[in-house]
């Protein structure tokens, strides 16, 4: 038999169009592995959310690969030396990894390949965009800071690489190394357990985002004109499957480029948003914690009063009922429309004067699909501190924005104690101006 191949596996937790996976399986035996780092990351550790949609998710990845006669190693701790120590004990010959590009992650790559005994090699693959971060190249041979510029060039590379199939088959090791148990992780909450509202608004894994991908096919020529009405929810809900790798933009790019309306173009532009994201901290790694621009120090308001105000806007209680409905969606189910991720994001920041990083670190906590790049990226366009950003003198008016989006029922199914008020009322109460 020839020698086993670790499968490193992180946010590409799927089995079809995946280029480690697919390259793993022909070279020999596979034995996938998730190392749970939470040290790594500092900050941008798994926030609630998502540590309750990687159970889920690796708990369905489990069961698909167990159809195949595999499994998944896991293991707690340093992911490089946890990494290492696998390919010691097993004798592999490669460990195949699906790219990442979060700064802890290029340092464990960096230092994984020297840590790996003799005869053992890192074999990383592109496969969680269209186009991986530093393969599109301005002018003069450097990064875009601009999303349209950017966009536009990789609209000119498309459509993307082929996909993947699924494996039919994956060797499976003589012996099977130690595996920590799932639910030791203690990824679910239990006292209290607050996920209900996620479990009743989402099913997990590469099955569920098939589903999904199925749903959207029939709804993306709405696009254009649903997508800022979080009355309709025109949203594809599939990034929270993109984030985890339950689904890769290539099989969504494929699966709906024929369909040419204005609907799909403007997705395929959100799509290619991600890729921007990546691109931007691959060129500044710690764009979430520090902003671009200077001079916005000095706007930011701290002390008891700033956070008495931060409070009332975690729990959505800002007297703001679509900033309020927003907030509590988020707690609910996870997620957020985009239109009133915005919304709320910029109440925040221009109306509470409260530093951007602080909600950055609220929505990573509560996000399904809370990503580095694109939760850093957004908040810095939000705040106007970013290298491409909306100026900060432009700011989303919660009352207006309420009323031109219609979001009367959205406020009433998430602010039920408005629910009885008029569509004309509901965005601006009476008692409260």
Known sequence: MSAPQILWLRRDLRLADQPALHAAAQAGPVIPMFVLDDAAAGDHAYGGASRWWLHHSLESLGHSLGKLGSRIVLRRGDATTELAKLANETGASAIHAIRHYEPWWRKAQT?????????CELCLHDGNYLAEPGSVANGSGGVYKIYTPFSKAVLDRMPPREELPAPEHIGSPEEWPKSDDLADWNLLPTKPDWAGGLRDFWEVGESAAQDRLDEWVESVSGYEASRNLPSQDGSSRLS???????ISPVQVWHRLADTRDEGWQTYAKELIWRDYAQNIIAEYPDYPLKSYRDGFESLWRSGADADADFTAWTKGRTGYPIVDAGMRQLWQTGWMHNRVRMIAASFLV?????DWRRGEQWYWDCLVDADYGNNGVNWQWISGTGVDSNMFVRIMAPLTQSEKFAAADYIREYVPELAALSDDDIHDPPESR
């Not at 230092?111 to 005869?119: D, H, M, N, R, V």
Request: proline share 10%; charged share 25%.
């Open 111 to 119: 230092e994984l390949k020297k840590a790996l005994p003799s005869g």
């Open 240 to 246: 929270p499957h993109l984030h985890w790798g339950e």
């Open 350 to 354: 221009k109306h509470l004067l409260i």
